[in-house]
C-alpha cells in the first residue's frame, strides 16, 4: 500500500520523504557564526536498484558535497550569514523520487554582555541597561534579556524598552548589539542578592544563555529587597493556592 502510494506521488511529480533518512533529523538546524555542521542524506532501494541521494541548495550557499552510493554528506565549515536557507536532499530508486528539506539556521550569540551604570547611588530611581553584543538573530522570539535577582528571574520593575545598533562592521556578515532598559526603584540597606543581566537565545532545538553581573558601589537595597521578597511571596502564592 504504502509502495504504492509513494508511486503515485511519484508519478504526480510530488515530493515525499520516503524512506529517505536525514541526521539530524530535526527539519531546522542552528549552526554558529563561523562553526561547522555536517548533514548527511541516506537511502536504501529495495532489490538490486542502485540509489541516487544527492543534497542540493536554494539560493544559497550549499557547502561541500560527497556523495556515494546510498549517502550524501553535506559539510558547512566556517559558516557565514550567507549559509542560512534551505538544503534539499533528493533521492532516487529507478522511477521514484523523494525530497526532504532541512532549514538552516546561522546564529551568533558571544558571551559578550555589558551593563550599565556603573554604579548605583542610593535612594535614587535608575537606569539599568543591559546590552548583547554581536549577535543575530536579533527578534525579540530568538533573543531576550532579563535581571535576575538571587537567581530568579526579578519582576516588577519597570521595562523602559529595547534598543538595537549595527555594530561596527568588522567582517562580511552584519551584526548587532541589542540593549534591554528597567527602571529600578531607589536601594537603601540591607544589601539585596546578586543582580545580573542574562540574554538568553533560543532556537529551534537549541537554548543558550550568558550572564553578566550588574556592577554596583551600593550598600544595601531595603526597596529591592521587597521586590525580591515579593517575587518570592508571588511564587509562593501561585503554588500553593487551592485548585479551582
Do not use: Y
Amino acid at each position: 500500500m504504502h509502495f504504492c502510494l509513494r508511486s503515485l506521488l511519484s508519478i504526480l511529480g510530488l515530493p515525499t520523504g520516503g524512506p529517505l533518512e536525514v541526521e539530524p533529523p530535526d527539519p531546522v538546524v542552528a549552526v554558529s557564526l563561523g562553526g561547522s555542521r555536517q548533514l548527511t542524506c541516506r537511502l536504501a532501494c529495495p532489490g538490486h536498484q542502485a540509489p541516487s541521494v544527492q543534497w542540493r541548495g536554494l539560493d544559497t550557499s550549499l557547502g561541500a558535497v560527497r556523495s556515494d552510493a546510498g549517502s550524501s554528506v553535506l559539510s558547512m565549515h566556517n559558516a557565514s550569514l550567507s549559509a542560512a536557507g534551505t538544503r534539499v536532499c533528493v533521492g532516487s530508486c529507478g522511477n521514484l523520487t523523494f525530497q526532504r528539506t532541512v532549514q538552516v539556521l546561522v546564529f551568533a550569540f558571544p558571551a559578550q554582555l555589558t551593563a550599565s551604570p556603573v554604579a548605583l547611588v542610593a535612594k535614587q530611581d535608575r537606569e539599568v541597561a543591559c546590552t548583547a553584543h554581536n549577535v543575530t538573530p536579533i527578534s525579540p522570539e530568538a533573543l531576550s534579556l532579563s535581571l535576575l535577582l538571587g537567581g530568579r528571574e526579578l519582576e516588577g520593575v519597570q521595562a523602559l524598552g529595547r534598543d538595537v545598533e549595527e555594530e561596527p562592521q568588522q567582517g562580511e556578515d552584519p551584526l548587532f548589539r541589542v540593549t534591554e532598559r528597567w527602571l529600578l526603584p531607589g536601594l537603601g540597606t540591607p544589601a539585596p542578592p546578586a543582580l545580573h543581566c542574562q540574554a538568553t537565545m533560543k532556537l529551534p532545538g537549541l537554548e543558550l544563555s550568558h550572564q553578566h553581573p550588574i556592577p554596583a558601589l551600593w550598600t544595601g537595597g531595603v526597596v529591592l529587597g521587597l521586590l525580591f521578597l515579593a517575587f518570592l511571596t508571588r511564587r509562593l502564592w501561585k503554588r500553593c493556592r487551592p485548585a479551582g
